[in-house]
């Protein structure tokens, strides 16, 4: 079966950094895809890779290894608006995207 | 504002009501998804819909029904639900669906409870 794992929950202080992991098993891979989620509102695209290598946007950057189904979000310098859900998710061979649960990220002063 | 919209926001229904929830994107995007987000479970794609036509249904009760008038407007009919249905349900739109990597935009959901 295809599966995506990252944490259910992080916690992290204003100010520092954050790295979310993911790892996955699918059945085919055609690139990775973060995407934001505030409590109550619309899931953001925040990044997306298909090679390996990191991707740095601002603050965030986004890091895959597909010979280890492994990827991480990186958050810098976070804020108090960073607080949401994470979530990470693989298109398959046949481009249907395969979905983490999310990580819920809680930032305190 | 993600381009996506959804109404109604919230909705209550009885197991015997019939309800609609209503999607719109204004990003000129061929291709409309309806999702069920659960509380700490993976997004689940219910539908999906390229140039207007139904090209996915992941085994979906009968009790959901999709309509999609036209390539800016996708609708979810609800008709006996049970409480499980109970849920968030988001709508996403791209440009291109099943051909290649396309960024999905998310409307902001219809919270749905089911008495």
């Known amino acids: 079966g295809q599966n995506i794992d990252q944490p259910t929950e992080m916690t992290a202080t204003e100010g520092a950094i954050v790295q979310i992991n993911c790892t996955y098993q699918?059945?085919?891979?055609?690139?990775l895809f973060w995407y934001q989620q505030h409590a109550g509102e619309a899931p953001t695209f925040l990044s997306y890779?298909?090679l390996d290598g990191l991707e740095e946007k601002g603050r965030f950057s986004s890091f895959l290894s597909r010979s280890k189904g492994y990827s991480y979000l990186l958050l810098k310098e976070l804020q108090m608006k960073d607080s949401a859900s994470y979530l990470c998710?693989?298109?398959?061979?046949?481009?249907?995207?395969?979905w983490g649960a999310g990580t819920k990220l809680i930032i305190k002063p | 504002e993600t381009g996506v919209t959804q109404t109604p926001r919230h909705l209550v229904m009885g197991m015997t009501n019939k309800k609609s929830l209503k999607c719109e994107q204004h990003?000129?995007?061929?291709?409309m998804y309806w999702y069920k987000q659960s509380a700490k479970k993976p997004l689940e794609l219910m539908f999906v819909?390229?140039?207007?036509?139904?090209?996915e249904n992941n085994s979906v009760p009968s009790r959901f029904s999709p309509e999609c008038p036209n390539s800016s407007h996708l609708f979810l009919h609800l008709h006996t639900l049970q409480p499980e249905d109970s849920a968030l349900y988001l709508c996403?739109?791209?440009?291109?669906?099943?051909?290649?990597?396309?960024?999905?935009?998310f409307g902001a959901g219809t919270r749905l409870s089911v008495l």
């Open positions: 996403a739109s791209s440009q291109g669906s099943g051909t290649g990597a396309t960024i999905q935009y």
């Open positions: 990003l000129g995007h061929n291709a």
């Open positions: 819909y390229s140039l207007e036509e139904r090209v």
């Open positions: 699918t059945s085919g891979f055609n690139g």
């Open positions: 890779n298909v």
């Open positions: 998710a693989v298109m398959d061979s046949n481009y249907q995207l395969i």
